[in-house]
């Protein structure tokens, strides 16, 4: 059962500690979850575990993970700016959609958490990870990435290099 209306306005979707997590229903925090994503203006979904100390840690993952940066994000995934052009390769060469699942498997040959998906899925919307990929989208909710053809990824590089001081080894001098 969900908590009541005055509950909910006290708990604050970012700064609620663990405590707060586990005194609550398991589908508020997915709920809480998707609040925070959207209050960012990421349309994400993460499936609700059914445990709730799982609930608490997912939560508090969500949340730090909102607040880490790109360079962060390739770290914790193991992901450099040649595997992501690894995996537009092979994407494009098998003209499938990758979803954050599908690019976590083709680069590390094992299934994804739903950290490693929400990661891949925030590194797959960066600038960097935009010159492969376009977003596929179905009623305004990204659901996969299809790669880019050479033409327009050579152009997407060519502006990116440009445009931005490259830390990421994309731009090859």
């Not at 979707?13 to 209050?39: D, F, G, N």
């Not at 100390?53 to 962060?72: H, I, M, N, R, V």
């Not at 600038?127 to 327009?152: L, M």
Request: charge should be negative; hydrophobic fraction near 45%.
């Amino acid at each position: 059962m969900l908590s009541t209306a005055r509950e909910r306005s006290s708990i604050s979707p970012i700064r609620m500690s663990s405590m707060q997590v586990s005194k609550i229903p398991m589908i508020y925090v997915c709920l809480q979850i998707l609040l925070i994503s959207t209050l960012y203006l990421i349309s994400y979904i993460v499936a609700c575990p059914n445990a709730p100390g799982q609930a608490t840690k997912l939560y508090d993952e969500f949340c730090a993970a909102q607040e880490t940066p790109l360079a962060s994000i390739q770290e914790a995934i193991d992901v450099s700016a040649e595997l992501i052009e690894m995996a537009w390769e092979e994407a494009a060469e098998e003209d499938a959609n990758l979803t954050p699942a599908s690019f976590i498997e083709l680069l590390h040959a094992h299934k994804a958490s739903a950290m490693e998906k929400y990661m891949a899925w925030k590194l797959l919307q960066s600038e960097q990870a935009h010159i492969f990929f376009k977003e596929i989208k179905d009623h305004g909710r990204v659901v996969s990435f299809k790669a880019k053809t050479r033409k327009a990824v050579d152009n997407a590089k060519d502006m990116f290099c440009r445009t931005h001081q490259d830390d990421n080894e994309i731009c090859f001098v």
